[in-house]
């Protein structure tokens, strides 16, 4: 008794095919109960989720606020930060003006 080619061909076809459906099965199997893990954790938690959800829009408008504060803060901070640098210039430019009449002074007296 002889086998075709194509008999062949459709027994490894065969058990090819029964492999992935037997691999596809496992993962549809896997699936339903990860979902089914996900729907326990939602169902446990709707009171928070509800609260979370509906408290959404307060904290956005919170995080609005405190991004505006903290541009003012930055601008304020910039101005500062200018008013210090000319400030510092400012101060020592008197030093050195202190420092050069200091010098005139102490040649006067020794010579």
Do not use: H
């Not at 109960?33 to 408008?61: C, D, G, M």
């Amino acid at each position: 008794m002889y086998i075709s080619i194509e008999n062949l061909f459709f027994i490894i076809l065969s058990i090819l095919g029964g492999t992935a459906l037997i691999f596809v099965i496992i993962f549809l199997s896997k699936a339903i109960k990860f979902l089914q893990n996900l729907n326990n954790v939602i169902e446990k938690n709707e009171k928070n989720l509800e609260r979370t959800i509906s408290n959404l829009p307060e904290a956005t408008e919170n995080i609005v606020t405190i991004t505006d504060n903290f541009k003012d803060v930055s601008e304020v901070v910039t101005t500062v930060t200018a008013e210090v640098i000319e400030t510092k210039d400012n101060v020592s430019e008197y030093l050195r003006i202190v420092k050069d009449i200091v010098a005139i002074v102490k040649d006067v007296f020794i010579k």
